[in-house]
Nanobody, 121 residues
Framework: QVQLVESGGGLVQAGGSLRLSCAAS????????MGWYRQAPGKQRELVAT???????NYADSVNGRFTISRDNAKNTVSLQIFSLKPAGAAVYYC???????????????WGQGTKVTVSS
């Protein structure tokens, strides 16, 4: 069994900063890519940022330069540092991991339950 648990969401003023964290636990052999996605009310879930096990990061154009993704491979965690948060950034943020479970041959994608970020203007 594998679980991804996010933390760090909350209410932030527009222009403020926030740090989201996600920890993966369970019978994990190795984690390939980890990432963050978000879903605003009435909209589809969209990519925010991803990071490979070697630390190569990829960002959505809308957040590039304001968000920073990082991970700790030893702890199976991924974080998202958010700067200059805009009202459009209000959403539920989901952690995502593509990983191989212990004893399994293939990778599977797992999702966290989400953490809500609210932006006040």
């Amino acid at each position: 069994q594998v679980q991804l648990v996010e933390s760090g969401g909350g209410l932030v003023q527009a222009g403020g900063s926030l740090r989201l964290s996600c920890a993966a636990s369970g019978s994990i052999a190795n984690i390939n890519t980890m990432g963050w996605y978000r879903q605003a009310p009435g909209k589809q879930r969209e990519l925010v940022a991803t990071i490979t096990s070697r630390g190569s990061a990829n960002y959505a154009d809308s957040v590039n330069g304001r968000f920073t993704i990082s991970r700790d491979n030893a702890k199976n965690t991924v974080s998202l540092q958010i700067f200059s948060l805009k009202p459009a950034g209000a959403a539920v943020y989901y952690c995502n991991a593509k990983l191989r479970r212990t004893g399994w041959m293939y990778e599977t994608t797992y999702w966290g339950q989400g953490t809500k970020v609210t932006v006040s203007s």
